[in-house]
């Protein structure tokens, strides 16, 4: 249980288009939900935390013109990159808390590579 | 603010004992996680302990000290597929914070 499926797993844009990335839980309804991007070799580095139904918080230095987040249900949380640049090129995922953190973790997407060109 | 420090790369040998540390400094401490990544996939949980001690899990065990602000992985019996990324997180206010993980190398 506890499943969050995560789509696309890779994309390819040009620069200046946007890119939207969806995080669905399947299994449970997903309050919160937490966007984290990963360079290679390097560890994941929160963005942001989105909550169904208000606005998102990110964190410093991440730009909430760029990385629009919404949550507008339970079960469905976005990532749109907006505008996309070449160092918008990264690894995306998103991860939700699950009913037993403690015991159980949290569960998370299977990412997305995006690769902008 | 939040800092974890943990090794970046370790090698080990099929069938050996690894120990992987981690030392954190953490306001609102509520925990620490582990978690393994392979390259180019999920994190996937691995164990979580808020309180002093030791937690056993099959081929791996986490420790912790609070008041040293200090935690490690054991991972026993190694196998090849343990080669991966293994990630020192906090959980300060319900979010997840991860240290630089460590890179674990299992040679034959």
């Known amino acids: 249980g506890a499943v969050v499926s995560q789509h696309p797993s890779r994309v390819i844009c040009k620069s200046g288009t946007s890119v939207k990335i969806e995080c669905r839980s399947l299994d449970f309804q997903a309050t919160t939900m937490f966007w984290y991007r990963q360079f290679p070799k390097k560890s994941l580095m929160l963005m942001a935390t989105s909550n169904e139904g208000s606005k998102a918080t990110y964190e410093q230095g991440v730009e909430k013109d760029k990385f629009l987040i919404n949550h507008a249900s339970l079960t469905l949380s976005t990532l749109t990159v907006t505008s996309a640049h070449p160092e918008d090129s990264s690894f995306y995922i998103c991860?939700?808390?699950?009913?037993?953190?403690?015991?159980?973790?949290?569960?998370f997407g299977s990412g997305t590579r995006l690769t902008v060109v | 603010g939040q800092n974890i420090d943990q090794p970046t790369e370790m090698t080990a040998t099929e069938g050996a004992i690894v120990q992987i540390n981690c030392t954190y400094q953490t306001s609102g401490f509520n925990g620490l996680f582990w978690y393994q990544q392979h390259a180019g996939e999920a994190p996937t949980f691995l164990s979580y302990n808020v309180l002093d001690g030791l937690e056993e899990k099959g081929r791996f065990s986490s420790f912790l000290s609070r008041s040293k602000g200090y935690s490690y992985l054991l991972l026993k019996e190694l196998q090849m597929k343990d080669s991966a990324s293994y990630l020192c997180?906090?959980?300060?206010?319900?979010?997840?914070?991860f240290g630089q993980g460590t890179e674990l190398s299992v040679k034959p």
């Open positions: 997180v906090s959980y300060p206010g319900g979010k997840l914070i």
């Open positions: 991860s939700a808390p699950v009913r037993r953190p403690n015991k159980d973790g949290y569960t």
